[in-house]
């Protein structure tokens, strides 16, 4: 089956998540199995967000985000850090021009102005220029924890006055990173990790989680499909039964 004929059936089946989020597992581990140094195994990574990228629009998800830098990634050895900075700045500006060709709307969250001041330019700018488009919203996490998210949507509903008895899990969203977003529908994680990480942890309560053993430098756009697929299998419930789903659906009707 070709790409086109994938993209087609996926979208025949319909419900297509709106929003997909990635842990983008195993750089590393890429680099040593293939004798290379870590920063070649990012390197090679960011063909695979690329091609991520293209195939989301294509398939006309609205939102893309991507666990990039985490805060405790500033605990890896200086060198690294110095080299994923240094990738950060050359892909935003290398990429920037395709993404606008595409239509793709940049966004960054996290704690951008820790940033070194290059990279954080260099990603202002790009949102600037991308800011019109009305395609895919490619969401860049980082500098980014869930813990820290949610520290700073505290602190800003604390600054705001809002008496503690009015504080609702819906004025919690409102202050977080991705307020003007909706949650994710699907979170993919690579390399074989089964876990969050502290990625978007209100956000996801209840995403679909779809794990798998591919390192990040070889995934590609038939794991997407695959990932996306399983989704389409899945009946999500919310915390309600299978019989008030059924009756729900009895109630709307053909459309």
């Given at each position: 089956m070709t790409d086109a004929e994938q993209q087609a059936a996926l979208k025949a089946r319909g419900n297509l998540p709106r929003h997909i989020a990635v842990i983008m597992d195993g750089n590393g581990r890429w680099a040593k199995q293939n004798g290379f140094s870590r920063i070649t195994g990012h390197r090679h990574g960011v063909e695979?967000?690329?091609?991520?990228?293209?195939?989301?629009?294509?398939?006309?998800?609205?939102?893309?985000?991507?666990?990039?830098?985490?805060?405790?990634?500033?605990?890896?050895?200086?060198?690294?850090?110095?080299?994923?900075?240094?990738?950060?700045?050359?892909?935003?500006?290398?990429?920037?021009?395709?993404?606008?060709?595409?239509?793709?709307?940049?966004?960054?969250?996290?704690?951008?102005?820790?940033?070194?001041?290059?990279?954080?330019?260099?990603?202002?700018?790009?949102?600037?220029?991308?800011?019109?488009?009305?395609?895919?919203?490619?969401?860049?996490?980082?500098?980014?924890?869930?813990?820290?998210?949610?520290?700073?949507?505290?602190?800003?509903?604390?600054?705001?006055?809002?008496?503690?008895?009015?504080?609702?899990?819906?004025?919690?969203?409102?202050?977080?990173?991705?307020?003007?977003?909706?949650?994710?529908?699907?979170?993919?994680r690579t390399s074989g990790e089964m876990r969050l990480s502290n990625f978007l942890l209100w956000q996801t309560a209840y995403t679909e989680l779809w794990f798998t053993p591919v390192l990040w430098p070889d995934f590609r756009r038939p794991h997407l499909y695959e990932a996306i697929g399983a989704f389409q299998q899945r009946q999500r419930r919310f915390g309600k039964t299978q019989d008030q789903l059924f009756v729900e659906l009895r109630e709307i009707g053909p459309e």
């Open positions: 695979s967000v690329r091609e991520l990228v293209r195939a989301s629009a294509e398939l006309g998800i609205e939102v893309l985000s991507l666990y990039v830098f985490s805060t405790e990634n500033w605990n890896r050895p200086r060198h690294e850090v110095i080299g994923l900075m240094r990738l950060l700045r050359q892909t935003i500006l290398r990429e920037t021009d395709e993404l606008n060709q595409n239509n793709v709307r940049l966004r960054a969250s996290g704690r951008i102005d820790d940033l070194p001041p290059a990279a954080a330019k260099a990603l202002r700018d790009a949102i600037t220029t991308t800011g019109t488009n009305t395609g895919l919203i490619l969401n860049l996490c980082i500098n980014y924890s869930g813990k820290a998210e949610l520290v700073d949507a505290i602190r800003e509903i604390v600054r705001s006055g809002i008496p503690a008895e009015a504080i609702t899990p819906e004025t919690v969203a409102g202050y977080l990173y991705t307020a003007d977003l909706p949650e994710p529908d699907l979170l993919i």
